[in-house]
T-cell receptor, first 113, second 111 residues
């Protein structure tokens, strides 16, 4: 089966600019996650969707980050405006259910300069 | 806050030897634990999991041991191969809460 697809793979932007990441989960997976992974650290959950509803966004910096999953399939994560500390790998993952094993995409490496 | 930690940030192992990666957790409410492998430039990949009602679980060349008394988790990799080079993360899941990830251990395989 096809895995979790993410794009772009790499992105370099200047601080205060905006950026968007796209994720296509594994077909049939109702749960979708966005994680932020800073170099040398474990992934940090930003937001979790169940179909098109938000389950947990407690660690999402809502003043600059937003995410949507309008039709319960693809999802986009946006940062506006970006800060230097947003430089990280943004990982998308999906699972069949809320407690199921999560499958990860390759991630988008964001560099803010 | 409570978190998952690792004893060794980097582990060097001779090819063919067994590897043991350790992890300490602090949340006594955690009832599910997972080990992930992350190769350079890739997303984390599930290796093996274990529930708190078990002490040991075996997979293909990997074994996870859980010691709830001292809140310790370990991943054993038998006959380590070059392809095992990666960063290994343990993660814990308290009931009705999100997965909590540790910082990772980098496994280096010496030829």
């Amino acid at each position: 089966e096809a895995g979790v697809a993410q794009s772009p793979r790499y992105k370099i932007i200047e601080k205060r600019q905006s950026v968007a990441f796209w994720c296509n989960p594994i077909s049939g997976h109702a749960t979708l996650y966005w994680y932020q992974q800073i170099l040398g650290q474990g992934p940090k959950l930003l937001i979790q969707f169940q179909n098109n509803g938000v389950v947990d966004d407690s660690q999402l910096p809502k003043d600059r980050f937003s995410a949507e999953r309008l039709k319960g399939v693809d999802s986009t994560l946006k940062i506006q405006p970006a800060k230097l500390e947003d430089s990280a790998v943004y990982l998308c993952a999906s699972s069949f259910g809320r407690a199921g094993q999560a499958f990860f995409g390759q991630g988008t490496r964001l560099t803010v300069v | 806050g409570e978190s998952v930690g690792l004893h060794l940030p980097t582990l060097s192992v001779q090819e063919g030897d067994n590897s043991i990666i350790n992890c300490a957790y602090s949340n006594s409410a955690s009832d599910y634990f997972i080990w992930y492998k992350q190769e350079s430039g890739k997303g984390p990949q599930f290796i093996i999991d274990i529930r708190s009602n078990m002490d040991k679980r075996q997979g293909q060349r990997v074994t996870v041991l859980l010691n709830k008394t001292v809140k310790h988790l370990s991943l054993q990799i038998a006959a380590t191969q070059p392809g095992d080079s990666a960063v290994y993360f343990c993660a814990e899941k308290p009931s009705n809460y999100q997965l909590i990830w540790g910082a990772g251990t980098k496994l280096i395989i010496k030829p």
